[in-house]
């Protein structure tokens, strides 16, 4: 019985991504890290719920109130309850957050990999597209691509998606053409395989673990740059509550309502923050060395 | 270094070709037809008659990028629609005062980070070394544009002791000046503190396990003066360097941090710019913003290769 059971442990044991899963876990600030992106997950899925009140629904006999048992996080401007707009913002930054990524990912990973994998001309092509847009920096190129876009919300996400893109192309061009080197590929394609079915088949599979670092790291500039381009108004439009328009109402009013500020600020603090101690913690649990 | 330079000068060629091909085709994407756009709300159809001619909308795209980079050499970078200026006029008015505002963030990021990644690689594994860590996360994790409205609160609203917002210009009063920058700058200069902070750590780690310093220690050398004189020396080179790339943010940085303390800068010409419509300010700075980064990128090679020769031969 236990011969049997042995071998079985062995395999569980050997699984790449629960061992991964296990190393970042054991790391206490990324095991908090993940608690905390996971609750905000289920804040911002079940919000509808969470929330005491509507979102957008003003009242003028409770305008800018301070914190208190009826609203925890007090009311805004014009009678607002704040934690319910916290609540709701929860979904336009996690959206943001994770279908900028998957924008940037989507178009960064294909193209970085036909110019590592082909090289010659296509990489040259290729490597100087994106060192222009690297060149331009990341906000003010989302901003301007937002501006020419028009604000909204899906316009800011594609527009931190586009500026966010070249980090991708660049790091999966690298990573292909550390791979493309190794015997395994090399294998491969002495065996007749056809360049694509090398690249996607036997590449790509081995430059996840930075790709997912940097999807990580990536997810948490995006929060900070939907919440920027939100406060200047060119993310999401009011009433609709985002983290980033809380903070550019609450600026005008520091002086008599503070709280408007400070909760809108603390969870963009604590979700961007989370993303960065995963995204760490992922570099280590994924880094052989630390095996 | 002369063919260091020149290969490295014809290197930036193209991408300054693509960024400029990349900055022009952002007008593409305004739907319908520009000039309609770029007229504002009047529609006035002498306006948009002269901007077909202006801008060349009648010709192919090649063509009217041609006209556009024909203008950029010459130093034309287009009118402010709203304003009736020069864009170039305009950024070199505005430019300064966020320059200003960057030297202090980045002489506040200096004296932060620098000592911070010190300690915290001498110290490394002790409560300094988690304590610089946590400093730097915090860093790199604050919203800048919230960290400034805190600062607000607790400084001018509390405590009375800074203005929340405006700007003085140095030449007519210095006190007032720094007093109106050191919040912005402070607000700034965090984020790339905590970046020089972990830069400076991963360099001194290097470096102190080096030969030269093990050498230093086994000749008796004070340990302050190894880390001081012979460690950071060294591991300093990557780091100042490192400041070039650190433009970008800035310029990010100052757009919202110039929003926040309403301080009349690049940062806020851009913002105002996107209000406004006024696309030729926004091709503008997107270009000279790119434009300086590349440049100060291809400084920062250059200064490179001079102190360290290996860069040159590779």
Redesign the interface.
């Known amino acids: 019985m236990t011969r049997q059971a042995l071998p079985e442990q062995a395999a569980k044991r050997a699984t790449p991504r629960s061992a991964v899963m296990r190393r970042l876990l054991r790391r206490p600030s990324a095991a908090i890290g993940v608690a905390v992106i996971a609750g905000f997950v289920v804040v911002a899925l079940g919000a509808s719920v969470i929330a005491p009140y509507d979102p957008i629904a003003t009242s003028f006999s409770t305008v800018r109130k301070a914190p208190n048992i009826a609203h925890w996080f007090g009311t805004d401007e014009i009678g607002r309850d704040v934690l319910s707009r916290v609540v709701f913002g929860a979904r336009a930054s996690l959206l943001a957050g994770v279908v900028s990524v998957l924008i940037s990912i989507s178009v960064g990973v294909p193209v970085g990999l036909l110019a590592g994998y082909a090289g010659g001309m296509t990489d040259m092509l290729i490597s100087?597209?994106t060192?222009?847009?690297l060149?331009?920096?990341?906000?003010?190129?989302a901003?301007?691509?937002?501006?020419?876009?028009g604000p909204s919300l899906t316009n800011a996400m594609i527009a931190i998606g586009i500026s966010a893109t070249p980090v991708f192309i660049r790091l999966t061009r690298g990573t292909t053409l550390a791979v493309k080197a190794e015997e395994f590929v090399l294998a491969a394609r002495a065996i007749g395989n056809a360049p694509w079915r090398v690249a996607i088949r036997h590449v790509l599979p081995n430059i996840v673990p930075p790709l997912l670092v940097q999807a990580t790291l990536a997810i948490?500039a995006a929060v900070?740059a939907e919440?920027?381009l939100s406060?200047?108004?060119?993310g999401q439009q009011p009433p609709q509550p985002s983290w980033g328009s809380m903070?550019n109402t609450?600026?005008n009013y520091?002086?008599n309502a503070?709280w408007m500020?400070?909760w809108?600020?603390v969870s963009?603090?604590l979700l961007?923050?989370s993303f960065?101690?995963v995204g760490d913690g992922l570099r280590d649990a994924l880094d052989p060395r630390y095996a | 270094m002369t063919t260091f330079i020149i290969r490295r000068i014809a290197t930036i060629v193209p991408t300054l070709i693509f960024v400029s091909l990349l900055i022009f085709a952002l007008q593409q994407l305004l739907p319908g037809d520009p000039a309609m756009i770029l007229a504002g709300e009047e529609r006035d159809p002498t306006v948009i008659a002269h901007l077909h001619e202006t801008m060349h909308l009648d010709e192919p795209f090649p063509v009217r990028y041609l006209y556009w980079v024909r203008g950029v050499l010459r130093g034309d970078l287009g009118e402010s629609l709203r304003l009736q200026q020069p864009v170039r006029g305009l950024i070199a008015d505005k430019l300064p005062v966020t320059l200003e505002l960057a030297c202090i963030a980045i002489v506040i990021a200096l004296a932060i980070g620098i000592p911070a990644g010190v300690v915290s690689a001498v110290k490394r594994g002790t409560a300094w070394d988690y304590g610089a860590n946590v400093v730097a996360l915090w860093g790199l994790s604050t919203p800048n544009f919230w960290l400034g409205i805190m600062l607000i609160l607790l400084f001018s609203v509390t405590l009375g002791w800074l203005p929340a917002s405006g700007y003085v210009s140095p030449f007519e009063d210095w006190r007032a000046n720094l007093a109106s920058m050191i919040m912005p700058a402070f607000v700034l200069g965090n984020a790339i503190a905590a970046v020089l902070m972990r830069h400076t750590r991963s360099a001194m780690l290097q470096v102190l396990s080096s030969d030269y310093v093990r050498t230093a220690r086994a000749k008796g050398v004070l340990e302050r003066d190894v880390v001081l004189k012979h460690a950071l020396r060294n591991a300093l080179i990557p780091i100042i360097t490192l400041g070039a790339l650190e433009f970008g943010t800035l310029l990010s940085g100052a757009v919202l941090t110039e929003q926040v303390f309403t301080i009349p800068g690049f940062g806020k010409l851009i913002v105002d710019a996107v209000f406004n419509r006024d696309y030729a300010v926004v091709q503008g700075v997107v270009l000279f913003t790119a434009t300086a980064y590349i440049l100060l990128n291809l400084l920062a090679d250059v200064a490179y290769a001079v102190v360290n020769p290996r860069i040159r031969v590779q």
Do not use: Y
């Not at chain 1, 901003?143 to 876009?149: E, K, N, V």
């Open positions: 100087r597209v060192d222009a847009l060149a331009c920096p990341f906000l003010i190129l901003i301007a691509l937002a501006a020419f876009l948490a900070i919440a920027s406060f200047l108004g060119l903070l609450a600026k520091i002086d503070p500020a400070i809108p600020g963009i603090f961007v923050l960065n101690v």
